[in-house]
């Protein structure tokens, strides 16, 4: 297939995609709400029912929730919380990693193009110091350099988006940042159905990922998305 990603200024015209040559449409739910993608699929169907609409999960990756974008100079301090509203603590809504860090630790933001040391932890909030100055944005990656966290299942808001999307008819489920493969089967538990001819549970890879890398994957996934 030929997946077109839709974005907001797409959303509105998919036929344009299929009319250039695209057989199906992908949404990527790392930077929508579940509202959204329900939304979204909605209208595509509308317009469009027999297009295969390709939801692609932010898998084995966590990230920061929705704030305002802002610049950080060296040495601001930045709170984080799990259910932070953005203004007095920024969302972070990763239990797993408040449970594995440390004062002194240091947390990667935005693919490492950020670095915070951490100078307080509580249970479900932090406070962590900018090592230099940057920008702090919303969705982004985040995880700690020092012993990164490794997910044993989808994170909430995956969750949240394979509950709204279920039983939507004619969707296909693709994982971003797979590690080997497993997360295929966190969606198949996640989502009725999903493993089936009619409904994929796909393996969405970077192009620099190597084929070897790629091979266990494909066997554990039902299909190969390459982005």
Do not use: Y
């Amino acid at each position: 297939q030929i997946v077109a990603t839709l974005g907001p200024a797409s959303f509105a015209a998919p036929e344009a995609f299929l009319a250039a040559g695209a057989t199906a449409l992908r949404l990527n739910a790392s930077h929508m709400t579940a509202a959204a993608l329900r939304l979204a699929v909605s209208r595509i169907r509308a317009s469009l029912p027999f297009t295969p609409v390709v939801v692609d999960l932010q898998g084995a990756k966590m990230r920061l929730g929705t704030f305002e974008a802002r610049p950080v100079r060296r040495n601001d301090t930045v709170s984080f919380d799990l259910r932070g509203d953005g203004i007095s603590a920024l969302p972070l809504p990763h239990a797993e990693l408040f449970a594995s860090v440390s004062v002194g630790d240091t947390l990667s933001l935005d693919d490492d193009r950020l670095h915070l040391t951490i100078t307080v932890c509580r249970t479900t909030s932090l406070e962590a110091r900018v090592a230099e100055a940057g920008q702090l944005r919303p969705r982004k990656g985040v995880n700690v350099l020092d012993h990164p966290v490794v997910l044993d299942d989808l994170g909430e808001a995956d969750r949240l988006v394979c509950e709204a999307l279920a039983g939507l008819p004619g969707l296909e489920w693709a994982v971003s940042f797979m590690s080997d493969g497993r997360e295929a089967d966190w969606v198949r538990r996640m989502v009725p159905g999903a493993g089936t001819s009619s409904t994929r549970a796909t393996c969405s890879i970077g192009i620099r990922v190597p084929s070897c890398a790629s091979s266990r994957k494909v066997r554990i996934a039902d299909a190969l998305l390459r982005a």
